[in-house]
Structure formats: structure tokens, C-alpha cells
């Protein structure tokens, strides 16, 4: 079988370098184009010393007709509202997107638009598919564009999904507070992301206004079949990767932890990158970094009558780039895994 052809639309940030870091060591799929306006000519192993002697591709620019025709599948990995600009020519020439930005994450325009930018490609929103293949892996199959989640939403859709479609929270009462590590807000010279910003210190940012909140509602208002709304605060920790979401939750009623653990264990019997964690034991970035994991687990607090579910992911991996290349290996028939068996890199 000849190898599955992929380009990657925006190469020079983090998400990209990851994807060409994962694509590398893919069985059956090859990566044959990376773009970048601002390194164009340069080698992806120029900027991103890691990969020297692995990815030496050399950056072009970005034309979504003649990429279209020449790729299998392109992965979009460049800022909202800079996908959207791309993916209709992307789409006409014939091949299938996985996106990474926000811009086909959101089924309802007005909601988008309340959150971003005006959509230039509305047309196109209830085509996308949301790439969270532990839920909606039959849609990813037949899909020509999937909307890869945010890094946060996939963190804490995945810990609160299950018990939301089992009825045994009660939806108006989910809390998310989740922690990233600074990669998550890409490779772009940024105040807020320097050093002495983020080193010795921890903040929260973007409260009760976060562009994942609408994201995270709509995927768990479908897990528990009716609207709900979400508090969602993230914050800034000093580490380069990796995301910790703390989801607190009222019961609905009474449960055992063994209960629980029946409900997770159900959702995920056969999902290979969700892993739970029993005994005494919860989730840490550590322990995922580098993998495509997302370990979750969970405490009952009898006292308070909540549930407080611990989630973690690696932000670029399963939070972005590992995510994509396990949708496009959905798109395409192939193993789940193929690509994506790095374990994770510890201490
Ligand atoms: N970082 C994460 O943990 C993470 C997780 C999930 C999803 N995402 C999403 O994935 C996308 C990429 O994130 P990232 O962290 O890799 O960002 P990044 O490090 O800032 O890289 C952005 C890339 O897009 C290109 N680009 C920037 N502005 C552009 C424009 N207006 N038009 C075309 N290309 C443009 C840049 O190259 P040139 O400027 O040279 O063209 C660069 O290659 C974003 O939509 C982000 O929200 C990121």
C-alpha cells in the first residue's frame, strides 16, 4: 500500500514541529510538505534542532491549491481564522483536512463568532467533524475535515463525558480548573509567555472568559443530552508541556467509587490512549509527557457531596498533534496507534 501523503500548513510552530516529530516515525504515512511564511527555504531542522537528520524538509509556501492535489492530507497548524482561510482551497483540491485551530471546532457560527472572529467558511461547519475519536470515531472515518480539539477541552471532556452520559452528575454544577504548561500558547514571541513572567510563579488567566468554554459545553452538552454551561479557569504553570484539569462536580445521587470506576472502565474498555488509574494513584503531566496518553482518575468527596476528577495530557500530544495524527489514522483505515506508541518520557 503506498504511504498516505501529508502536509503540514504552518510548520514552524509547536504543533507542527510535533507533527513532523510524530509523522516521522509513522509506519504508513509520510510527510511531504511543511510551510511557513516567515522561514520559507529554510529546513524544519534548521528551527527545530531535535529533529536534525530526522525531518530536513525545507519550509514552502503555503498554497492550498497546489498542496491540495499534491497531499492525501493536510494538517492545518496555524492560528484561527488563518485555518479557515485555507481549508476551503485545501478541501476543492481534493484532500482531507484535519484541523488543529478552533476555526471548525464550534458547530453554530454565531457561537464562533461570539467567541472569535466573523467565519469566512461557514458553509463548511456542519461538514466538520470534532476529532475526539474515544467519542465520535465512526463520524472521524467518513469525515473530510475534522476539527482536532482544543488541548484543554480534550482534557476535561474526556474525564467528564462518561459520567455526564451515565446521569450520575448533575450538569449545572461542573467546574473545570485546569493548569498548562506554556507551550500551550505556541511559539510566538509573547509577554505573557516570557521567562520571568511564568518562571517561580502560577496564575490564573482569560477567568469566566476562556475561547474553550464554548468548545467544552457543546461536546458535554451531547454526552448528557441537553445544554449546560461549564466555570472553566485556566492558568499558566512553569513547565513547557502538559495540562492538569481538576473537574469538580455535584453528584446526582448515590454512587460508590466502585461504581464509578465501572461507568469509566465501560466508556474506555477498548480506548488505548485513555488510561485509569486505580488504587491510590491520579493522574500527573509526568507521567503522560510525550505520549498520547490522557490518564484520568477521580476521588468521591462523601462530605461535600461532589466528585473531583484529575486529568492529564501532554498539551502538544494528545492535546494537539498526537490527536490529529490518531484522527487521520481514523480517516484512513489504518491502526489507531500507528505512530503514536512513544511511551512517556520520565522523570
Ligand atoms: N500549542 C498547543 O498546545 C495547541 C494545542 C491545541 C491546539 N493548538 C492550536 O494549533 C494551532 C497552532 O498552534 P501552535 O501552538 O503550533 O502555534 P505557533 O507555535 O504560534 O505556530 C503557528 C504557526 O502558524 C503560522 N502562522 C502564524 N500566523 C499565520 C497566519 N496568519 N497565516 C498563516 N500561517 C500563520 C506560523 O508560521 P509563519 O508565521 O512563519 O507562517 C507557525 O508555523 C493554533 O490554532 C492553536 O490554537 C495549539
Redesign the pocket.
Known amino acids: 500500500m503506498n504511504k498516505i501523503r501529508a502536509a503540514v500548513i504552518?510548520?514552524?510552530?509547536?504543533?507542527?514541529a510535533e507533527l513532523a516529530r510524530i509523522l516521522s516515525l509513522h509506519p504508513a504515512a509520510d510527510l511531504a510538505a511543511v510551510t511557513?511564511?516567515?522561514?520559507r527555504g529554510r529546513a524544519l531542522s534548521e528551527l527545530f534542532p531535535h529533529l536534525n537528520g530526522i525531518c530536513d524538509l525545507a519550509f514552502e509556501e503555503?498554497d492550498p491549491v497546489s498542496l491540495g492535489k499534491k497531499v492525501d492530507v493536510a494538517f492545518t497548524?496555524?492560528?484561527?481564522a488563518?485555518?479557515m482561510a485555507v481549508v476551503p482551497e485545501l478541501l476543492a483540491s481534493g484532500c482531507r483536512v484535519i484541523d488543529?485551530?478552533?476555526d471548525f471546532r464550534i458547530r453554530s457560527r454565531e457561537v464562533y463568532e461570539e467567541w472569535y472572529v466573523p467565519h469566512t467558511a461557514p458553509e463548511l461547519l456542519a461538514d466538520a467533524v470534532y476529532g475526539l475519536p474515544e467519542i465520535r470515531r465512526k463520524e472521524i472515518a467518513e469525515a473530510r475535515l475534522v476539527a482536532n480539539p482544543?488541548?484543554y477541552p480534550t482534557s476535561i471532556i474526556l474525564a467528564a463525558a462518561p459520567l455526564l452520559a451515565a446521569g450520575v452528575i448533575d450538569p449545572d454544577t461542573v467546574i473545570a480548573d485546569s493548569k498548562s504548561g506554556t507551550?500551550?500558547a505556541?511559539?510566538?514571541a509573547n509577554v505573557a509567555t516570557l521567562y520571568c513572567e511564568v518562571t517561580d510563579g502560577f496564575r490564573a488567566y482569560k477567568v469566566a472568559s476562556h475561547r474553550h468554554t464554548p468548545e467544552i459545553e457543546q461536546e458535554l452538552a451531547g454526552a448528557c443530552g441537553r445544554e449546560m454551561t461549564i466555570s472553566f479557569t485556566p492558568h499558566l504553570v512553569p513547565m513547557s508541556r502538559g495540562i492538569l484539569s481538576t473537574v469538580y462536580a455535584g453528584l446526582a445521587g448515590d454512587i460508590s467509587a466502585a461504581g464509578v470506576m465501572e461507568i469509566y472502565e465501560k466508556a474506555y474498555a477498548d480506548e488505548y490512549f485513555v488510561r485509569l488509574c486505580a488504587g491510590d494513584a491520579l493522574p500527573a503531566t509526568q507521567y503522560v509527557r510525550g505520549s498520547n496518553f490522557c490518564d484520568i482518575g477521580f476521588r468521591l468527596d462523601r462530605r461535600t457531596g461532589r466528585i473531583i476528577m484529575v486529568s492529564a495530557i501532554d498539551?502538544?500530544v494528545k492535546?494537539?498533534a498526537g490527536q490529529a495524527v490518531q484522527n487521520m489514522n481514523v480517516m484512513f483505515g489504518l491502526d489507531e496507534k500507528s505512530g503514536l506508541l512513544a511511551r512517556p518520557l520520565f522523570p
Open positions: 504552518g510548520g514552524s510552530g509547536y504543533t507542527g511557513s511564511r516567515a522561514n503555503a497548524a496555524v492560528p484561527h488563518a485555518a488543529l485551530s478552533a482544543g488541548c507551550s500551550g505556541g511559539r510566538g498539551n502538544l492535546g494537539a
